[in-house]
């Protein structure tokens, strides 16, 4: 599903050059739970954020679902993120004036679903992540768990070939990480491809393989 | 991408209705600008009507002329010559004149005189006129006829009468067609006039100028002289004016340079002074006005500024989830041109009403105040598209940064 030759990234400004991805190879296989883990700094965002076509890289080739994601022109990277990619942040990022079930139905109006058809699917995967009676409330009217179910409901409702979650229990206490997690499990059950980020053990624990970034570089990955 | 997709207007809508202070924001402005610029110009309008009417009495282009005395010597003749019209005089102008587009002469009856019809029996002001009267002076006729060449040419004893005088001998009667006794003759009453001028006109009788000569004269006298020019520019109306002056001085042998023997009033001269101020008032509004629409244009440009900055966020994660730069600009846009293009309309609208109100106050130099539609129309069309292009800019930078920097700004 994702396969990653020799990717390279470093951010530039004017002065100074941080190579931060210094040439990754990984292949996620179709259907895979993954993790990433490795200290601050070490780029798992930035690798996370090139799967995601919301970043670009230098060097290397990145290929999902068998088409070469390089040198897009926005046209394409928004075609791609919208019907490849579900992507989950630590920091939720909905929109405060959409009510949940707005929110969810979002990347469905950028495929040009019709209103109707796009607010029932939104509820149909409001309600997998038990979020059915809280469809019209806004965001700040629920708790950081129920953001970021209504964010995973968001990041599922395209039917994305892929998951992706940085972080995605970095702002919960451990009782809600927990029912996140046991989303994600139960969306790779369903025979999703899920890659999150993570820096907490027992987090990575809950996946099938737990891959180590260190310094830009992947260490191993333990099957 | 179409104009007119529900969907995206569904987007806009909602948009518009939770960000109420921004979408105040940017309204306000414009409903501000157009409004104002409405009252300004409107009232503007509203004065110079106002003013337009205070010359209403008599044509706004129209020369009095009157004889007065000799102040030099001419021709050995000596001085203090009195000056007298005659119908000479006004067949000369009529002959040597064809750029005159009416000319009227007017014949004064010495005092008052005693109006009887029934056993009515009241005084009134009676002046012998040319049939061009009405057009120098303005006058409406609100019933009947004015008098006319064959009244004037075979001496008919008929009479118009002022809509006060009307009322005070006739009542709820019809004068025209009634006989009624003026002086020691019979006159038939042929119409009612009405001059806006002043209440003083409404209760004068004006006959023909040929029957107040003979009957009451005897003599071919005329009191004073007034015409009107036709299309004219202000050198054509002074060189008529020379010219006229010229041949009266040499009918009654007097210098032309002697500027007491006869008096020319000249209201085209008054007329330039008025349009002169009224150009001036007019420049002045559309100076201020232009300067509003200008801080209009400032306005709305940086509120389109602020709103991109406070939708960076916004962008960001529309662009995670698939929005393309093309959609997130159109979705700006669009929203700018809505609320900037309803705010205007709704300054017009407001602008329009608080004119109306003002018209109530009909004072002498404030009168149905007025806007043209086309100009506030314009104006809305300006700041809409001043609206459009300052947020078309910005927007599209922010519609290209990458969604993971957008997503970071709060
Ligand atoms: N936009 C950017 N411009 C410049 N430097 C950046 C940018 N984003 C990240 N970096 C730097 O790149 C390095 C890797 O960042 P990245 O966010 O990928 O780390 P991370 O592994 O996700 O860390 P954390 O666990 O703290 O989230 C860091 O040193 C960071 O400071
Ligand atoms: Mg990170």
Redesign the interface.
């Known amino acids: 599903m994702i396969q990653l030759r020799n990717i390279k990234k470093a951010y530039k400004t004017e002065f100074t050059s941080l190579q931060v991805l210094k040439g990754i190879d990984l292949i996620i296989e179709e259907g895979e739970f993954v993790s990433i883990m490795g200290s601050s700094g070490s780029g798992k965002s930035t690798l996370l954020n090139i799967l995601g076509i919301l970043d670009d890289y230098d060097e290397g080739t990145y290929t999902l679902a068998g088409e070469l994601m390089k040198n897009l022109s926005e046209k394409q990277a928004a075609y791609y993120r919208n019907r490849f990619i579900g992507f989950v942040f630590q920091s939720f990022n909905l929109l405060n004036f959409k009510t949940a079930v707005e929110n969810v139905a979002l990347p469905l109006y950028y495929q040009k679903v019709n209103r109707d058809q796009r607010l029932e699917k939104a509820m149909h995967y409001l309600e997998m992540v038990g979020l059915k009676d809280w469809s019209d409330h806004h965001p700040n009217q629920l708790s950081g768990g129920q953001q970021q179910r209504v964010a995973i409901a968001r990041a599922m409702v395209t039917e994305p070939k892929v998951l992706l979650a940085d972080e995605p229990t970095g702002a919960l206490d451990s009782t809600t990480s927990h029912e996140v997690m046991n989303l994600f499990q139960e969306i790779h059950q369903n025979g999703k491809t899920v890659v999150l980020v993570t820096h907490e053990q027992d987090i990575a624990e809950k996946t099938e393989r737990i891959i180590n970034i260190q310094d830009g570089l992947i260490l191993n990955s333990n099957e | 991408m179409k104009f007119f997709d529900?969907?995206k207007w569904?987007?806009i809508f909602?948009?518009i209705q939770?960000?109420k202070l921004r979408t105040t924001l940017t309204a306000l402005g414009v409903f501000w600008g157009i409004f104002l610029l409405v009252i300004l110009l409107g009232s503007g309008q509203g004065m110079q009507n106002g003013i337009e009417k205070q010359f209403r009495g008599d044509a706004l282009n129209s020369i009095w002329m009157y004889g007065g005395s000799t102040s030099k010597t001419f021709n050995g003749l000596p001085k203090g010559r009195r000056i007298q019209f005659n119908n000479d005089d006004f067949e000369n102008l009529q002959e040597q004149f064809p750029e005159i587009e009416y000319l009227a002469g007017r014949v004064f009856l010495s005092g008052t005189q005693i109006l009887k019809y029934k056993k009515k029996n009241l005084s009134f002001s009676v002046f012998g006129v040319s049939p061009d009267m009405i057009h120098v002076e303005n006058a409406q006729i609100t019933s009947g006829r004015f008098l006319n060449k064959t009244d004037e040419q075979k001496r008919r004893k008929v009479a118009v009468i002022g809509s006060q005088i009307k009322d005070e001998v006739f009542g709820n009667e019809d004068p025209i067609g009634k006989d009624i006794l003026l002086g020691d003759g019979m006159y038939r009453v042929v119409g009612i006039s009405h001059d806006p001028e002043s209440n003083q006109a409404q209760r004068e009788i004006y006959i023909p100028m040929s029957v107040a000569q003979v009957v009451f004269h005897g003599n071919e006298n005329i009191s004073n002289l007034s015409l009107i020019g036709g299309d004219l520019s202000e050198e054509q109306v002074n060189q008529l004016q020379q010219g006229i002056t010229e041949t009266l001085a040499a009918n009654h042998q007097f210098d032309p340079t002697d500027n007491r023997a006869l008096y020319i009033n000249n209201r085209y001269e008054d007329y330039k002074r008025f349009q002169n101020l009224f150009l001036g008032i007019k420049s002045f509004l559309w100076f201020v006005g232009l300067g509003t629409v200008l801080a209009g244009i400032v306005g709305v440009s940086n509120i389109m500024l602020i709103i991109v900055k406070d939708r960076t966020?916004?962008i960001?994660?529309?662009?995670?989830?698939?929005?393309?730069?093309?959609?997130i600009v159109s979705m700006i846009l669009t929203e700018a041109i809505f609320i900037t293009s309803m705010a205007g309309y709704f300054g017009l609208a407001a602008g329009i009403v608080v004119l109306s109100l003002l018209d109530n106050l009909d004072s002498d130099f404030f009168s149905s105040p007025e806007i043209n539609l086309g100009v506030g129309l314009a104006a809305i069309i300006i700041l809409v598209i001043a609206g459009a292009l300052a947020g078309l800019i910005p927007s599209m930078q922010a519609a290209?940064i990458?969604?993971?920097v957008a997503?970071r700004t709060d």
Do not use: F, Y
Request: aromatic letters at 0%; proline letters at 7%.
């Open positions: 529900q969907d569904n987007e909602v948009s939770k960000h966020k916004e960001g994660i529309r662009k995670a989830l698939g929005a393309t730069p093309r959609s290209k990458n969604p993971i997503m």
